[in-house]
């Protein structure tokens, strides 16, 4: 059972990382051919970074929807990623040229990714009454202190230039 850690919560992280979200959609549900293999590469993917977290993984979340599926990743470095996503000897470059091969523009499942690079402060998370989750899972998970608004939580232009 997921232990639930009441009160408010955050994540503490003091260097950049990225958030890399990734996921698969069904477009054509009937070829199973195409989209149970593209489901199926993501294990040994994940299990290859959880065994090995000097790859720069620091963790993350799966997520369901309707026609799809999609991870929520967490990763030291953007350089991290593209090395983990090019390397021959890792699980992706061999999936990613499978699905190339097998499925190509034939439109019968999709596929998406999206990067983003954030530095310190530049992030807010908050949890209530949530297990360790998220950023706060692949990072430090701490108690929030005080009652700051998102705002006030993020480091943002107009903080740091009447600070300087």
Do not use: C
């Not at 149970?36 to 620091?58: C, D, N, S, V, W």
């Not at 929520?72 to 470095?77: D, G, K, L």
């Amino acid at each position: 059972m997921v232990q639930i850690m009441p009160g408010r919560f955050t994540a503490q992280v003091d260097e950049p990382f990225v958030v890399f979200l990734i996921g698969m959609r069904i477009n054509q549900f009937f070829a199973f051919s195409k989209w149970i293999p593209t489901t199926r590469a993501m294990a040994p993917m994940l299990r290859t970074l959880y065994q090995h977290p000097e790859k720069g993984f620091l963790g993350g979340e799966n997520f369901f929807y309707w026609r799809g599926a999609g991870l929520i990743q967490y990763w030291r470095s953007f350089e991290d990623l593209e090395h983990f996503a090019r390397n021959p000897a890792d699980p992706h470059l061999s999936a990613w040229q499978r699905f190339n091969r097998a499925v190509g523009n034939d439109g019968s499942v999709g596929i998406w990714h999206e990067t983003y690079l954030i530095e310190p402060g530049n992030y807010e998370a908050i949890y209530g009454n949530m297990p360790i989750f998220g950023l706060a899972a692949a990072t430090k998970h701490i108690p929030v202190k005080g009652r700051k608004t998102a705002r006030q939580q993020l480091k943002t232009d107009a903080q740091s230039a009447s600070t300087t």
